[in-house]
């Protein structure tokens, strides 16, 4: 950029020092393309005072930025934009966790009424200090014009207008109010649609009286079950999200282009193959398996030369998005909160340098609930060439053990449920993540499609190899876990002090593991020697004579106050002071005492034997929680 607008220039000299330095940078081509577009956007927004004229008073501009115009929708929409990439690189911008559609999983229950808002020309509404004048001006027609409220491109922008947000919501989320928001977009809940129709009037009177403009074809001011927010339809009676169905058929569109492409002979390029990668990728939310296809649609990028070069073969990479097209005419929706159904089988398997083998510990095919099967002559040729890993080779196992058992009794595999155990760390993090070496990721993307043909659950958990059911020895739990942290031991011990407890003692720690645990019985993340149960959620918290001690990892904090109130489970909770939807849920829970945690080295995490246990401080404010039903 600094070379286009100055010829000869060092780049270098003009990223020296705190402040931008004075260059003018010229208008993208677009802008030309769409001259009465450009026109019309700034006339209107002198109108609203949102732009002015420079004047000769003012002196001169540092930062003349280029102005260009955004296309989407094939055309259809369009957006002015300034570029001022050159003064975002002086601009010190804070860190902000944004809310994600994975929120409103957290608070919309069966058969809530939803409304939804969305903001208008939402960065207008913030006006700048005079002190960025100088740096916000662009040049139009051979005059000069600046912004006076903060305009689309500045680095800072979604920082500042999702923090004025986050303050106007923090009393709505006060007085219980269930909402997510991203930015200029907001989705609530009620429990009933009178309450919601409420909600939805007193938000847009709130909103317009603080000066928002609301765009009224893009809210949802009529309650209803479903409505569409992040690009989502969500589904409160099925509790589910959707992809909308214009972006199904845009996908559709943009393959049966492309397919029509390749039929004509015209070379696709690698740039429009991230497009489909990323458009299936988006749907993730909706559609469990999309990141798995994604990844193998994005296996064509491999090796790309350039963006715009052709790809060899797209044969392939239209067949991967074609088998995601069928896929999400079969299921479009991924529910949340469901009742998880109960484990109808186990099944052990294991690969070696010669096959697989596996069984069935609970023995449903009686004498015949075991099976070895040796590989096959490109396996074996593979395995002799070293191209065979110990990942891809027990990924494929699990396969193949699914595969011995529908051949043995078909409807074990048919809308049910598996358990499978294996000795592998690597290809149970292969299979959860649907990521890996292209070989692993091939034989993953094998064993997920024919489990989703048959409506099978898989669940792949990991077992030592010292245990009843796997063969060989497997060491990792002989290194230490540098990833578990805890409470310091005498913050703990003073959590107990509290009169509200009335003597009484925790009887489980939730969430722990064999090193970490501060309790005799713990629930940890996998197989554990001492564990009382695998995975804290699946396991029951309820019951008068439960005191739970919940330390959990805190982007779990929404499941674990959904699991807390659900099964009404007295517990201490160790909770940061965050101002999300769940703390709205955590007010409305009878919490008998609270108390801040001293910040200085309040974590500790074990170094293993002998070592010196590792200190830490959080970054924010954390509490202890005690919530007590009984």
Not at 326 to 341: D, I, M, Q, V
Not at 489 to 505: H, I, K, N, T, Y
């Amino acid at each position: 950029m600094l070379k286009q607008a100055i010829p000869g220039c060092e780049p270098e000299d003009f990223l020296l020092g705190k402040e931008p330095h004075p260059v003018q940078f010229p208008n993208h081509h677009s802008t030309e393309k769409h001259a009465g577009y450009v026109r019309q956007e700034v006339q209107k927004a002198i109108d609203m005072g949102v732009i002015a004229r420079w004047t000769p008073e003012m002196g001169s501009p540092t930062v003349v930025n280029g102005l260009r115009v955004v296309e989407s929708k094939g055309g259809r929409k369009l957006r002015l934009c300034m570029n001022p990439m050159y003064p975002n690189l002086f601009m010190k911008i804070p860190p902000v966790k944004y809310e994600t559609i994975a929120d409103v999983c957290g608070f919309v229950q069966e058969g809530d009424w939803l409304f939804t808002t969305d903001d208008t020309s939402g960065y207008w509404n913030l006006l700048l200090h005079p002190s960025m004048y100088p740096i916000a001006a662009f040049e139009l027609s051979g005059e000069i014009f600046y912004f006076r409220a903060m305009a689309f491109g500045f680095a800072p922008a979604c920082w500042v207008y999702t923090l004025l947000k986050q303050e106007l919501l923090r009393p709505l989320r006060t007085l219980s109010w269930d909402l997510a928001y991203l930015i200029d977009d907001l989705l609530s809940a009620a429990r009933s649609e009178p309450e919601a129709q409420f909600g939805a009037r007193l938000l847009v009177r709130l909103l317009t009286a603080l000066g928002f403009t609301l765009g009224a074809a893009k809210c949802q001011l009529r309650p209803a079950h479903q409505a569409r927010f992040l690009g989502f339809i969500v589904d409160a009676e099925k509790q589910a999200l959707k992809v909308p169905e214009d972006k199904v058929q845009g996908l559709v569109a943009l393959v049966v282009g492309l397919e029509t492409q390749v039929g004509a002979g015209e070379p696709i390029s690698y740039r429009q193959v991230a497009q489909v990668a990323g458009k299936i990728m988006a749907m993730s939310p909706a559609v469990s398996l999309a990141p798995l296809h994604a990844r193998v649609v994005g296996q064509a990028l491999v090796g790309k030369a350039a963006w715009d070069a052709a790809l060899p073969d797209p044969s392939m990479f239209l067949q991967r998005a074609r088998i995601f097209l069928s896929l999400l005419e079969l299921k479009n929706g991924r529910t949340w909160w469901a009742k998880p159904s109960p484990t109808r089988l186990r099944a052990v398997g294991d690969a070696s340098e010669l096959g697989f083998g596996g069984l069935l510990p609970d023995g449903e095919l009686g004498a015949a609930s075991s099976f070895y099967v040796p590989f096959t002559p490109d396996q074996a040729r593979r395995m002799m060439a070293g191209d065979f890993s110990s990942t891809e080779r027990e990924v494929s196992a699990m396969g193949v053990c699914l595969k011995w058992i529908e051949a043995s009794r078909p409807e074990l595999t048919m809308s049910s449920t598996i358990q499978y155990q294996t000795d592998s760390q690597s290809a149970m993090f292969c299979v959860l993540g649907m990521k890996g070496a292209a070989p692993c990721l091939r034989a993953v993307d094998e064993l997920l499609c024919w489990c989703a043909e048959r409506d099978l659950e898989l669940e792949v958990v990991w077992y030592p190899r010292e245990s009843n059911f796997q063969e060989a020895a497997d060491a990792l739990s002989k290194h230490p876990d540098l990833t578990q942290w805890q409470l310091r031991a005498e913050v703990f011990d003073s959590l107990w002090m509290e009169p509200c407890l009335g003597g009484r003692q925790p009887t489980v720690d939730a969430f722990a593991d064999e090193r970490s645990t501060k309790l005799p019985k713990f629930y940890s993340p996998t197989w554990s020697p001492n564990s009382a149960g695998i995975d804290a959620f699946a396991q029951p918290w309820g019951g008068p004579d439960q005191l739970l001690y919940i330390n959990p990892p805190f982007q779990l904090m929404g499941r674990v106050v959904r699991k807390i109130r659900d099964e009404q489970a007295n517990c201490v909770l160790v909770t940061p002071i965050w101002p999300r939807w769940w703390m709205v849920t955590l007010n409305r829970m009878p919490v008998r005492a609270r108390h801040r945690l001293p910040h200085s080295g309040l974590f500790e995490c074990p170094k293993g034997a002998g070592g010196t246990p590792m200190v830490k401080s959080p970054r924010y404010a954390v509490e202890a929680l005690y919530i007590i039903w009984d």
